[in-house]
C-alpha cells in the first residue's frame, strides 16, 4: 500500500521551492519566477478550500530559495537522466544520480543560509543535503512537515516532472516538477504526503484501475492535473485516505493499492 510511508497533510506544512536551471531546460526569468509563486499562491489557497471542506486543520506556509537578483542554482542533470529512470528497468540507478544532484542543490542553497549561534547549544553547520536543508527547514519555519519542490523551467516542452523516494522508507523524499500550473505543484506536494497516480504511469498500467479512476474520480486531481482549472478539481476519497486525512475507505477501492511495478 502506498500508505504510511508519508506523514499525513495536516497541521502546518512549510511548501518550499528550489529553482534552478539545467543545459536541458529554458533559464529562468525574473517573468518565470513570478509566474510560479503565483501559481504557487493558488495551489496553497485551493488546499486549504479543500482541507476546510474536509474539516481538516492545515495551514500550509511558503518560501523559496534563489540567489540575489533572481539568479538560480545551476546545476546540469545527466542527459536524459529523469526519462530513463522512469522509463526503463534502471529505475533504482536514475533514483542514486537524481538523489546526488538534488543533495548538491540542496548544499548550495543551505549555504546560503545565515546561522545564528544560541547560547548554550553548539555551533550548528549549514545544510549539505537534503536531509539537513529539510530539518533546518522545519525547526526554523516550525513545521511539522516540509514538501521540497525543485522548480525545473521546461514549460511546453516534454513533462519532467515526478516525485522521487515516495516508494522508500530510507531517503527524503522530494519532488522535481517542470510545469508552472498550479494544478502541477498541488499534484505533486500530495504525492509527497502519500497520494497515488490515477492515470497510466509505469507504476500503474492496469486498465481496470485507470477506467475504474476515470469513471469514479472523473475530476480527481491526481488523475489528470492539466484537465481541468484547478477550482473545478477535487479530492478523492481515495486521495484523502492516502494523506490521512480519512480513516476509513470502501472495500471497492482496495485493489486501486496495487498495481504493476517496475522491477526496482
Not at 521546461?154 to 508552472?180: C, G, L, M, R
Amino acid at each position: 500500500m502506498f500508505k504510511n510511508v508519508c506523514k499525513d497533510l495536516k497541521n502546518d506544512v512549510l511548501l518550499y521551492l528550489i529553482f534552478v536551471d539545467t543545459r536541458e531546460t529554458t533559464p529562468w526569468t525574473e517573468y518565470d519566477i513570478q509566474s510560479t509563486l503565483d501559481s504557487m499562491a493558488v495551489a496553497v489557497d485551493w488546499l486549504h478550500q479543500q482541507a476546510r471542506k474536509n474539516n481538516i486543520i492545515l495551514n500550509i506556509k511558503t518560501d523559496y530559495y534563489i540567489g540575489e537578483q533572481y539568479a538560480t542554482i545551476n546545476k546540469n542533470l545527466p542527459l536524459g537522466t529523469i526519462v530513463r529512470s522512469c522509463s526503463e528497468p534502471n529505475f533504482r540507478k536514475g533514483t542514486i544520480t537524481l538523489n546526488k544532484w538534488s543533495d548538491n542543490i540542496a548544499r548550495i542553497a543551505g549555504g546560503s543560509f545565515y546561522i545564528v549561534d544560541k547560547d548554550g547549544i553548539p555551533e550548528v553547520k549549514q545544510p549539505k543535503n537534503k536531509e539537513r536543508l529539510i530539518a533546518h527547514l522545519r525547526d526554523e519555519n516550525n513545521v511539522e512537515s516540509v514538501a521540497l519542490l525543485y522548480m525545473l523551467n521546461n514549460y511546453y516542452k516534454t513533462d519532467i516532472s515526478i516525485p522521487i523516494n515516495t516508494f522508500s522508507t530510507d531517503n527524503i523524499e522530494y519532488a522535481i516538477v517542470s510545469y508552472k500550473y498550479p494544478s502541477e505543484i498541488v499534484h505533486n506536494l500530495l504525492h509527497l504526503f502519500g497520494a497515488a497516480d490515477l492515470h497510466r504511469t509505469h507504476y500503474r498500467r492496469s486498465e481496470k484501475r485507470i477506467r475504474f479512476a476515470e469513471q469514479e474520480f472523473p475530476n480527481e486531481i491526481m488523475h489528470d492535473p492539466y484537465a481541468k482549472k484547478i477550482y473545478e478539481m477535487e479530492i478523492s476519497e481515495f486521495t484523502k485516505y492516502l494523506v490521512g486525512w480519512i480513516d476509513t475507505i470502501e472495500d471497492s477501492y482496495e485493489f486501486l493499492f496495487y498495481d504493476k511495478m517496475l522491477n526496482l
